[in-house]
């Protein structure tokens, strides 16, 4: 206690703030190889501690790493004393303090390796605003933009937006990544071709609709 106090003192003439951390219940995997699944996990961890509580297992896929919290931290202790292996993949395994997303690292390559690694993920993340590209899709008239419209599209395409509301009633306007918008326009002609062939299943509110094109 000694120790920490005069840490303490000497970290506040430097704006540093000292915080005791509790025993790590977790681990973190990095470089987690896709072979390796979260059920693969579960089941591998929670063979090696004892007693029958389950393990917590949260993958990122994005930077292929995963936390596991184990019941109690005698259980990191046991896992962090040996080596591991799973489906003839060695993991990376480090200790992780969950109340402030710290983990540890073994080696100062390995610890560039990681920053390196997190780096590139956050160009990723900056590179395709730039690249985003605004199309439309011309429909064939009004009615068959509003069953689109009740399809609920941008549900099921997130990485897209979609505008109704252009200054041409039957157009729709896609924004996004260039593969991403053809990707979307394929399928709202496709849809849209089966609406007019009514091949789609529809709604009592819809088949109004395709009674009013079929008029036309």
Known sequence: AAIVQKIRKKQKKKNVEVQMLKKPQSIKLI???????????????????????????????????????FPHPEDVLRVMSVSHTIKGEDLKIHLYFDEVQL??????????????????????DKEPSSNKITDACLLKNEHCLQILKQHNIESEHPEVQLNFDTDVESKIEITGLPSDVNAVQLKLLRIASQIESKIWHTTLYCHEFLTKVEKE
């Open 31 to 69: 470089q987690l190889s896709t072979k390796i699944n979260k059920d693969h996990l579960e089941l591998y961890f929670e063979s090696k501690i004892k007693g029958d509580d389950p393990v917590d297992v949260k993958i990122n896929e994005k930077d292929q790493s995963a936390v596991i919290t």
């Open 103 to 124: 983990m540890t690292f073994t080696s100062e390559e390995e610890k560039k390796e990681v920053h390196v690694l997190q780096m590139k993920l956050r160009e990723a």
